[in-house]
């Protein structure tokens, strides 16, 4: 019996109505598989476009932490920088007191701080392009130095 059914519900599959009907089906098929692509592009395209803005949200956000970060540093230079040198008119002042211990101390701290001065303002972004810049200039006239002794 299986075997006449499978013949019926071939036959009814090849009628113009079976026919027709499986047609449509796979047309509807395939029109909601286009609809999900096409929503899922438009949902690639939002989700790519997000990640272009958080990206450009980024490169705003670490460029203001930079200009922060160089205010911090001339913070810190100013600050050193004062401290510097009232350790040393301290030490100076000391010094003509006639307390030399005092005096010694107080100097100890003013170079101290001098030097950290120094670093500081070494590792300014400023200072490390004109560094760069110098750099540069030297590399410049000692290679325009060789090409003279060359000839």
Known sequence: MRGVDNIRKLVALL???GFVNAISNAEDLLN??????????????DANDALREANQALDKVDSRLGKFDETVSLLEG?????????????????????NLLAAAG???MGLLGASSLVVTVVTLPQVQRLLSIGDYATDQVE?????????
């Open 106 to 108: 107080l100097g100890f």
């Open 143 to 151: 290679e325009t130095v060789r090409r003279g002794r060359k000839r």
């Open 15 to 17: 009628s113009n109505d």
């Open 78 to 98: 100013k600050i050193e920088a004062g401290l510097s040198v009232g350790f040393l008119f301290f030490a100076l002042n000391s010094y003509l007191a006639g």
């Open 32 to 45: 909601d598989a286009e609809e999900t692509v096409e929503r899922v592009e438009r949902i690639e395209e």
